[in-house]
């Protein structure tokens, strides 16, 4: 069936480090792949999509990379920041279905 | 330009009672979803409207439905609540149905007891 998960539910972070947040799919016919931040009492924020198409995408401060032949999706953060401590998603999308399915999330927590 | 809102922010209800949740999607945004998000869980799909219709749904029961109004906005039904029924509601919006960027509100905290 179809699934997105993550690899840790909680990564914790020196402030100025890079960080990596991890996640696992199974559906090999997803066609787009997105990263949420949620803070806590807020709703969902886009962060950055990639689609099956390309391995490498960069935003500011962030890149999201691909991995479709092991079907693995990864977020880097440069130069993490205290703003960054959130809850981060990966997420999938299937046009064809045209919903998108969330992982459980992984808390990213900033060390002073 | 006001983003994705929604009403109330939070609600307690009694379990066997009914519900009703608010949406206005962003400006210029027709497409709007449902989502149901447990405590230390990502969000769950419910359903989506497009053109006043539900065009896609997730896997929850006849219990949850919906209404998309000509000006976009929506309303989310729970009926017969039950305990496990309490989540954060979220509603996204996007562009059409060939965007794929989805923008959240806040959502709306529901509580059963």
């Known amino acids: 069936g179809e699934s997105v998960g993550l690899h840790l539910p909680t990564l914790s972070v020196q402030e100025g480090d890079n960080s990596i947040i991890n996640c696992a799919y199974s559906n090999s016919a997803s066609d787009y792949f997105i990263w949420y931040k949620q803070e806590s009492g807020k709703g969902p924020q886009f962060i950055i999509d990639i689609r099956s198409n390309m391995d490498k995408r960069q935003g500011q401060r962030v890149t999201v990379l691909l991995n479709k032949t092991v079907k693995h999706l990864s977020l880097q953060i440069a130069a993490t920041q205290p703003g960054d401590s959130a809850v981060y998603f990966c997420a999938e999308n299937m046009k064809r279905d045209d919903k998108i399915i969330f992982g459980k999330g992984t808390r990213l927590h900033i060390l002073p | 330009d006001a983003g994705v809102t929604q009403s109330p922010t939070h609600l307690i209800k009694t379990r066997g009672q009914q519900v009703t949740l608010r949406c206005s999607p962003k400006?210029?945004?027709?497409?709007v979803s449902w989502y149901q998000q447990a405590l230390g869980q990502g969000p769950q799909f419910i359903f989506q409207y497009y053109e006043e219709e539900e065009r896609q749904r997730g896997n929850f029961p006849d219990r949850f439905s919906g209404h998309q109004f000509p000006n976009y906005s929506s309303e989310l039904n729970v009926n017969a609540l039950l305990l496990g029924d309490s989540a954060l509601y979220l509603c996204?919006?996007?562009?059409?149905?060939?965007?794929?960027?989805?923008?959240f509100g806040p959502g709306t905290r529901l509580t059963v007891t």
């Open positions: 996204a919006s996007r562009p059409g149905q060939g965007a794929y960027e989805q923008y």
């Open positions: 400006s210029g945004h027709d497409t």
